[in-house]
């Protein structure tokens, strides 16, 4: 059985800093796209970051420069560390394992960026 879990989210102020863990079991991340989708109240899912299995990294515009996703295949987990956060990044985050027609997704943690 396959589970993604994320955690690490919570609140945070303007300019703060979160880093969100994805620990995966029942796969090899290794061999897999990982990614991160966010999700904000009455808006679509959308793509945050992914990195490959060849560590080849994409971004969001809106993101560039302050988030950067990365693996540790040995602990089989995917991180974004989120810096110089804005209200616009508040949205519950999702974490996503891909290969071929395997597509995987985690529960989502939320990620609220408030004064």
């Known amino acids: 059985q396959v589970q993604l879990v994320e955690s690490g989210g919570g609140s945070v102020q303007p300019g703060g800093s979160l880093r969100l863990s994805c620990a995966a079991s029942?796969?090899?991340?290794?061999?897999?796209?990982m990614g991160w989708y966010r999700q904000a109240p009455g808006k679509q899912r959308e793509l945050v970051a992914r990195?490959?299995?060849?560590?080849?990294?994409t971004y969001a515009d809106s993101v560039k420069g302050r988030f950067t996703i990365s693996r540790d295949n040995a602990k089989n987990t995917v991180y974004l560390q989120m810096n110089s956060l804005k209200p616009g990044d508040t949205a519950v985050y999702y974490c996503?394992?891909?290969?071929?027609?395997?597509?995987?997704w985690g529960q989502g943690t939320q990620v609220t960026v408030s004064s």
């Open positions: 990195i490959n299995s060849g560590e080849i990294t």
């Open positions: 029942g796969i090899r991340i290794s061999i897999y796209d």
């Open positions: 996503n394992a891909l290969r071929s027609t395997w597509n995987y």
